[in-house]
């Protein structure tokens, strides 16, 4: 199981993901996550003035958890 924290726990939820975080991630969940979060941080995470914004630093701390993972 990959720790979260609890801010990034919370803020993964809103994902609506259509998988559990609460267990050992397939393979394919596991990439469907990090495309998931990159994705979001692509269309969320970057201002208008292409900086990364709060939602952009979460996305990017959930990122670091999964390459440490790998």
Do not use: W
């Not at 996550?33 to 003035?49: F, K, P, Q, R, T």
């Amino acid at each position: 199981m990959i720790n979260f924290s609890e801010n990034q726990k919370a803020f993964l939820k809103t994902l609506k993901l259509p998988f559990n975080l609460d267990h050992d991630l397939s393979d394919e969940e596991f990439f469907m996550l990090d495309d998931c979060v990159s994705d979001y941080l692509e269309i969320h995470g970057i201002d208008a003035n292409d900086e990364v914004n709060e939602i952009g630093r979460m996305c990017e701390s959930i990122l670091d958890v999964l390459a440490e993972q790998e």
